[in-house]
């Protein structure tokens, strides 16, 4: 089994910026593939980057503003948020699997933490 444990959310103005870390600890051999999912109430949940070692995917909306790097090796990725708008307020989870590549989606991904909520302010 993989735990992840995400930190770094908050309450930020739009405009400002906010930086999310997830951790992995457990079984996490072969692991290559983190990710960072959001969802917004009454919203599916929804891909926002991954990274696949040295590979990245964006969604639309997070292409130019949001950077989703690997920090000690593959064991935690971060997710930097910069520009942030009002309809980035989300829950944003965590995901890791063995690989991936191409648009994130939910089914893809085994390993899931418990979320960090980020509320943009207008």
């Known amino acids: 089994q993989v735990q992840l444990v995400e930190s770094g959310g908050g309450s930020v103005q739009a405009g400002g910026s906010l930086r999310l870390s997830c951790a992995a600890s457990?079984?996490?051999?072969?692991?290559?593939?983190m990710a960072w999912f959001r969802q917004a109430p009454g919203k599916r949940r929804e891909g926002v980057a991954s990274?696949?070692?040295?590979?990245?995917w964006y969604a639309e909306f997070a292409e130019g503003r949001f950077t989703i790097s690997q920090e000690n090796g593959k064991n935690s990725v971060a997710l930097q948020m910069s520009s942030l708008k009002p309809e980035d307020t989300a829950m944003y989870f965590c995901?890791?699997?063995?690989?991936?590549?191409?648009?994130?989606?939910?089914?893809?991904?085994?390993?899931w933490g418990q979320g960090t909520q980020v509320n943009v302010s207008s």
């Open positions: 457990g079984n996490t051999y072969g692991i290559h593939c």
């Open positions: 995901a890791a699997d063995l690989r991936c590549w191409g648009e994130a989606t939910s089914s893809a991904f085994r390993y």
């Open positions: 990274i696949n070692d040295d590979r990245t």
